[in-house]
């Protein structure tokens, strides 16, 4: 009853930017947190953003200063904003939220299907 689907993934030149967005919708009452993370081929799962509801943002240690992260709390929509792309930028992007729907009281996570990115050289 929850979905999360990620926007805005290809295939970039070195050098390049994209923006990524994912939009949760369903029966959601409120989502605390959103986040972006990313699994590069051969690698484990890394988180790169997280952003509160009032707008906090955190990066991963490893996330370079190139990426930015924001959030709508009105469309229930984060996005990622990546200048300067690098081909060790290119891995599966994945959005997720920790939200609360209209039927269950408790948080939960929620994750989408991911976006590849691949970075050309």
């Known amino acids: 009853q929850v979905e999360l689907v990620e926007f805005g993934g290809g295939v970039v030149p070195t050098g390049g930017a994209l923006r990524l967005s994912c939009v949760a919708s369903g029966n959601i009452r409120d989502i605390e947190l959103m986040g972006w993370h990313r699994q590069a081929p051969g690698k484990e799962r890394e988180m790169v953003a997280l952003v509160s509801n009032v707008g906090g943002t955190t990066y991963g240690n490893s996330v370079p200063g190139r990426f930015t992260a924001s959030r709508d709390n009105a469309k229930n929509t984060i996005y990622l904003y990546i200048n300067s792309l690098k081909p060790e930028d290119t891995a599966v992007y994945y959005c997720?939220?920790?939200?609360?729907?209209?039927?269950?009281?408790?948080?939960?996570?929620?994750w989408g299907q991911g976006t590849q990115v691949t970075v050309s050289s």
């Open positions: 997720n939220a920790y939200l609360r729907t209209l039927d269950h009281n408790g948080f939960r996570y929620y």
